[in-house]
Nanobody
């Protein structure tokens, strides 16, 4: 499974961004997908996950009410709509997929929120 993120960039505080992740390869084996992020000097942390059918989502407390994860299985993509962005959201955002017993990661996309 290969994951490629897009949509990162620089935005002012209060602004919005939409991240996308396209999966390829053995996509039939993918179950949960999601987004994690890692800020400089900090550990990678969960942002949001979504089940294979899209019916179940899970958000970090910091993301609740501001971020929305969605999934399009026909296109093998997930998206993360982010609104009301804060400087503390600045991080590299990584797409994640679990396929069988294996974890897969994208290379990451930088999100920078200026104050």
């Amino acid at each position: 499974v290969q994951l490629v993120e897009s949509g990162g960039g620089l935005v002012q505080a209060g602004g919005s961004l939409r991240l996308s992740c396209a999966a390829s390869g053995s996509t039939f084996s993918i179950n949960v997908m999601g987004w994690f992020r890692q800020a400089p000097g900090k550990q990678r942390e969960l942002v949001a996950t979504i089940s294979s059918g899209g019916g179940r989502t899970n958000y970090a407390d910091s993301a609740k009410g501001r971020f929305t994860i969605s999934r399009d299985n026909a296109k093998n993509t997930i998206n993360l709509q982010m609104i009301s962005l804060k400087p503390e959201d600045t991080a590299v955002y990584y797409c994640y997929a679990k396929a069988g017993p294996y974890d897969y990661w994208g290379q990451g996309t930088q999100v920078t929120v200026s104050s």
